[in-house]
């Protein structure tokens, strides 16, 4: 039963418009959460995080929203651009001590020029 | 500075055979994790070492997979008896600290393993 889950395997957007990538959780007790990036051929690379206390996190382009009670939190890239194609990773954690995060299967994000 | 390395980067071996993966964590950071990737999943927790000591191995499957971290820096995640179902990618990941706060995972490329 996954605890994670992105349903959409893959998106594509057009070069300078929004992406929006979601994931959804099942475990209430899940308090920490992290959008990770990955190239073919790399690891995982971490984008963004946000806690339970907030609601929202902000980093250039890159924006998480959190909505606990729906379970549900979505990564808005903005604008996107064509070295955005990766695949993205949700990833959440029962505290923020930065171990045993369970990942989501990822969504493939393809930005078009 | 140099990243988390993990070597071999690919490894093909028969079923029933004995593989060993290495992973060397950037310098000076004191947490390690292993994670398995399979095809079109996320990344599965295996283990997670704090120093040299295993903190949480909760994630690993099953007795035929074993790490070792002895001195706090190079860990090898031991695989016995290799089944065609441990075929996957292996993530190893290190972070300057895990007890306490949070500090984000930097990732290796990762070892494919293939089991024939």
């Known amino acids: 039963d996954q605890q994670v889950k992105q349903n959409s395997p893959s998106l594509s957007v057009q070069e300078g418009r929004i992406s929006i990538l979601n994931c959804d959780y099942t475990?209430?007790?899940?308090?920490?959460f992290l959008w990770y990036k990955k190239y073919p051929a790399e690891g995982p690379t971490f984008l963004i995080s946000?806690?339970?206390?907030?609601d929202k996190n902000e980093d250039g382009r890159f924006t998480v929203f959190l909505n606990k009670s729906a379970k549900h939190l979505s990564l808005h890239i903005v604008p996107s651009q064509p070295g955005d194609s990766a695949v993205y990773f949700c990833?959440?954690?029962?505290?923020?001590?930065?171990?045993?995060?369970?990942f989501g299967p990822g969504t493939r994000l393809s930005v078009l020029p | 500075g140099a990243g988390v390395s993990q070597t071999p980067s690919n490894k093909v071996t028969e079923k029933g055979k004995y593989v060993e993966l290495r992973c060397d964590p950037i310098?000076?950071?004191?947490?390690l994790y292993w994670y398995r990737q399979s095809l079109g999943q996320g990344p599965e927790f295996l283990i997670y070492?704090?120093?040299?000591?295993?903190?949480?191995d909760s994630g690993l499957p099953n007795d035929r997979f074993f790490a070792v971290r002895p001195e706090g820096s190079v860990s090898t995640l031991k695989i016995q008896r290799t089944e065609r179902g441990d075929s996957a990618v292996y993530l190893c990941?290190?972070?300057?600290?895990?007890?306490?706060?949070?500090?984000?995972?930097?990732f290796g490329p990762g070892t494919r393993l293939t089991v024939l």
């Open positions: 990941a290190s972070s300057p600290s895990g007890g306490y706060s949070y500090n984000e995972q930097f």
């Open positions: 475990n209430s007790m899940f308090d920490y």
């Open positions: 946000i806690s339970s206390i907030k």
């Open positions: 990833a959440a954690s029962e505290d923020n001590y930065g171990q045993n995060f369970v």
């Open positions: 310098s000076g950071h004191t947490a």
């Open positions: 070492f704090q120093g040299t000591g295993a903190a949480d």
